[in-house]
């Protein structure tokens, strides 16, 4: 089966997510699949170039050896607005010549603009059009402006999909809201690699370079620090409780736009517990967790995270971490209550939860019962069933 997946964000500094796991285990079993992606970071790289020149990635891999990948990243003006503008028109010719060339059996879209053209295209050319939700899309363009006409786009593309995907039950009722048809949408969760995220990885080489040590709860957070995280305000109450708390430290690993703001906290506080990583190989993340005794997730209900469930949420409870999470919907409605997450309204009651649950003695149980929710996740299983939706055509009823 030949698979071409269509989005506008980076293949390889973004992630690994979702379709990074599913196009590499599907490359596994011997499908062709072709990716055509965005540099979406070209503004922070030191380049001279007006316009960009068409890039083939070929036999590429992240995650898993022997996964082979091809990577088309299409030209651009790089010049910021005119990035989109041109993304469009060049875009529109690579999905084109894509279809004449690769003729692929399905075309998978992700984000907005790309499943726009992508369906367009699968329409004109009769091939099924599958539409992956792994955020609320609209919601993420910067300007709120064009943040309606996002959501109309997408509206369109749910409505005229074959099928469509959301990778968890709040994401489902949302797209199905907005124009989804329900017997034709589905849910494919998060997924998990048991051998890379297991019970029987050592963070002491992590503790030990970062002198914790074994009277220190190590609180950590993994991922992009957006500035509506609630990171900062977890590190501000861990500033004004480090002389009554000395054991308590948190680890951010990750870098993003709150990155020199949480430096400057830091600083402001003289607040050694505070424990700045920056962006780490995904190697390593199983270490590192590995290494918390607890997880977070203090993330504001903005629209962006109101519905989504985060892929590091899997990743944590899969080494039998239990997971401090802010009252966020899609979160509630995923794992519940007694399944090793543990909620509070705001940021700031992270520390004070963090406090009572050692206490208590509640640490290791939330652990067990993390890790046991998300025994079934694993990423072979979810592989199997987008497989089957993949070779389905249009007979998704």
Same mark, same amino acid.
């Given at each position: ?17 979702q ?12 499908h062709?699949?072709?990716?055509? /992606?965005?540099? $979406?970071?070209?503004? &922070? #790289?030191? +380049?001279?170039?007006? @316009?960009?020149?068409?890039q083939?990635f070929?036999?590429t ?48 879209g ?13 329409k ?15 919601s ?21 999909? /074959?099928?469509? $995907?959301a990778?968890? &039950? #709040?994401? +489902?009722?949302?797209? @199905?809201e907005?124009?989804?048809k ?31 040590n074994?009277?220190d709860?190590?609180i ?60 780490q ?7 590192f ?29 899969a080494?039998?971490k ?15 209550n007694?399944?090793?997450v ?7 009651d992270?520390l ?15 652990g067990?019962n ?13 592989t ?14």
């Amino acid at each position: 089966m030949r698979i071409l997946l269509v989005q506008e964000s980076d293949w390889f500094e973004r992630g690994p997510l979702q379709q990074n796991h599913l196009m590499e285990k599907l490359s596994l079993r011997g499908h062709e699949i072709r990716v055509i /992606d965005h540099e $979406i970071l070209w503004p &922070e #790289k030191d +380049k001279n170039e007006l @316009i960009s020149k068409r890039q083939v990635f070929e036999n590429t891999s992240r995650i898993y050896k022997n996964a082979k990948i091809t990577v088309i990243r299409p030209p651009i003006v790089k010049i910021r607005t005119l990035d989109y503008v041109s993304l469009i028109i060049s875009r529109k010719r690579e999905i084109e010549r894509q279809i004449n060339e690769f003729k692929p059996d399905v075309i998978v879209g992700f984000f907005i603009l790309s499943a726009y053209l992508g369906i367009n295209a699968a329409k004109k050319h009769n091939i099924p059009f599958i539409y992956y939700w792994i955020d609320v899309y609209h919601s993420q363009i910067p300007l709120k402006l064009y943040q309606p006409l996002g959501k109309a786009i997408e509206k369109y593309v749910l409505k005229n999909s /074959d099928a469509v $995907i959301a990778i968890n &039950e #709040k994401l +489902k009722d949302r797209v @199905i809201e907005m124009g989804s048809k329900e017997k034709t949408t589905y849910i494919e969760r998060a997924g998990l690699d048991f051998d890379r995220f297991n019970n029987n990885i050592n963070g002491n080489k992590i503790r030990k370079k970062y002198h914790i040590n074994e009277k220190d709860i190590l609180i950590g957070f993994i991922g992009v620090l957006y500035n509506f995280s609630g990171l900062k305000e977890v590190s501000e109450e861990l500033g004004k409780m480090k002389e009554e708390y000395p054991h308590l430290k948190m680890m951010i690993v990750g870098d993003g736009d709150a990155y020199e703001d949480l430096k400057m906290i830091k600083e402001r506080y003289k607040l050694e517990n505070l424990i700045l990583t920056g962006k780490q190989n995904y190697d390593k993340i199983p270490e590192f967790i590995a290494a918390f005794d607890i997880c977070t997730l203090p993330a504001y209900q903005t629209e962006i995270m109101v519905d989504i469930v985060p892929i590091k949420m899997y990743e944590y409870m899969a080494l039998g971490k239990p997971v401090i999470a802010t009252e966020l919907p899609g979160v509630i409605k995923e794992f519940g209550n007694n399944n090793g997450v543990f909620y509070v309204k705001k940021p700031e009651d992270i520390l004070k939860k963090v406090i009572e649950l050692k206490e208590s003695g509640q640490i290791e149980e939330g652990g067990r019962n993390a890790r046991n929710f998300v025994s079934d996740f694993e990423w072979d299983i979810i592989t199997d069933h987008f497989e089957i939706l993949c070779e389905m055509g249009r007979n998704y009823e």
